[in-house]
């Protein structure tokens, strides 16, 4: 399906009718004049196809130059021309701030080959509304190197600490990686024999955090598959499930995947403060289960409070939705993420939990721990029949042990995730 246009004889020249028009030229759908972004993506979604928005006769809302490459819109949706979305201040709601994300790469080579997720990553988003006091993104050359374009483009003074405040979309990525892939199809990508020239969405963000970042997911996801690249998708939001079909069209090509920690709602909500509870996300994984989509799960990152029973729910939960692989790793105290986590329980009155969080802060400690963590979960799998499980060492704790030990968690780290791609 494709776009048409037809000019209103009684109005200018960049006055004109949008219409979905099939392969036989039937019309499937009428737009109107000035059709919203979010309704033409919606559109490929009610219909099962992707409309490239490129070189369609589409017009930008604030200049009427006709929209033949880059574009994004206005804080109401309107598609606006690069040129127009570059110079829009950025929007607020509450405490968010939106706006348009102008990063150039599409595709990009990424180094969690090494934790068996991917090859490459695509991130629809810079910034993350789920505000995750953990998370390291922020501390990334992605976030860490941009402060000036941050501050810019959103007001973001702190980007670690304002984590959760702001969010830069990239509506075009859709058209960006079907360009792309043009150029240089999967057949043609560097791979290795841990990340298997997989693709994984997102990496820096959650892709599926909101209906904007959702509607360029699936256009994204449409684009590789169609291409006969290989997905992983990583989220912790529900409306992963709004894109079901494309999924099952895409058969073993698209694996998903959600990060449940912990079942502790209220202690995850401290340290999550805007995600979806953990039991929100499990139903995801369960409806894919049911859809015969394949599935896996992040039991990342695990916290010091949880004991064996703790973890014995939590297998028996994920075995329950029968997860090709379980991935698993311990919290690492390193970073102002970590010290976040800590002030983040105090302020929710989880004074045990924040001091027992805080105790990590002494490396023997926090050693000892994530040893013993490593090994629980993989016991109570063991116990239980399943689920398999995948472990993430940490650098730092493999330089911190040595002789059998050592080499058991570098034979972990080294280890090709039990998938079939």
Not at 348 to 353: H, L, P
Not at 375 to 397: C, F, K, N, S, Y
Request: proline fraction near 5%; hydrophobic fraction near 35%; charged fraction near 30%.
């Amino acid at each position: 399906m494709h776009l048409e246009t037809e000019r209103d004889p009684d109005g200018g020249w960049y006055d004109r009718e949008i219409k979905l028009v099939d392969e036989d030229g039937a019309i499937r759908e009428e737009f109107g004049k000035d059709p919203l972004l979010g309704e033409l993506r919606e559109a490929e979604r009610r219909h099962g196809q992707r409309i490239n928005l490129w070189q369609q006769g589409l017009v930008c809302h604030e200049c009427s130059n006709q929209i033949n490459d880059r574009f994004s819109t206005d804080q109401d949706g309107h598609l606006l021309c690069w040129d127009c979305a570059t110079t829009v201040d950025h929007t607020e709601r509450g405490s968010l701030r939106m706006g348009v994300d102008t990063t150039k790469s599409v595709l990009s080579q990424s180094k969690l080959f090494k934790k068996s997720l991917c090859d490459y990553v695509v991130n629809v988003a810079t910034g993350c509304r789920h505000g995750c006091k953990f998370c390291y993104v922020p501390s990334t050359p992605a976030i860490d190197s941009r402060d000036e374009y941050l501050q810019s483009q959103a007001g973001v003074e702190d980007p670690q600490a304002e984590w959760g405040q702001y969010v830069l979309y990239r509506d075009d990525l859709p058209e960006r990686v079907h360009q792309g892939l043009q150029k240089r199809p999967p057949e043609t990508w560097e791979t290795t024999d841990r990340g298997r020239g997989i693709v994984m969405l997102s990496s820096g963000t959650d892709c599926y955090q909101d209906r904007r970042a959702a509607q360029i997911t699936r256009g994204v996801v449409d684009e590789l598959t169609s291409a006969g690249a290989s997905v992983r998708i990583l989220t912790r939001s529900p409306n992963i499930t709004r894109d079901f079909d494309l999924f099952q069209r895409a058969g073993d090509a698209v694996s998903i995947g959600t990060s449940i920690p912990s079942f502790d709602t209220a202690l995850v909500k401290a340290i999550e403060p805007n995600a979806p509870p953990p039991q929100a996300r499990w139903e995801v994984l369960d409806q894919a289960f049911r859809h015969d989509i394949r599935r896996f799960v992040s039991f990342s990152p695990t916290y010091p409070t949880m004991d064996r029973d703790d973890i014995r729910e939590a297998l028996n939960w994920f075995r329950a939705i029968d997860p090709e692989v379980v991935f698993h790793e311990p919290i690492n105290p390193r970073g102002m993420n970590f010290e976040l986590c800590v002030d983040a329980l105090r302020d929710a009155d989880f004074e045990a939990a924040a001091s027992t969080f805080e105790e990590l802060l002494d490396r023997e400690t926090w050693v000892e721990y994530a040893l013993e963590q490593i090994q629980m979960v993989r016991d109570v799998a063991a116990e239980l029949g399943g689920p398999t499980i995948h472990t993430w060492p940490d650098r730092e704790l493999i330089g911190s042990t040595s002789g059998e030990t050592r080499e058991r968690l570098v034979r972990m780290k080294n280890r090709v995730s039990d998938e079939e791609w």
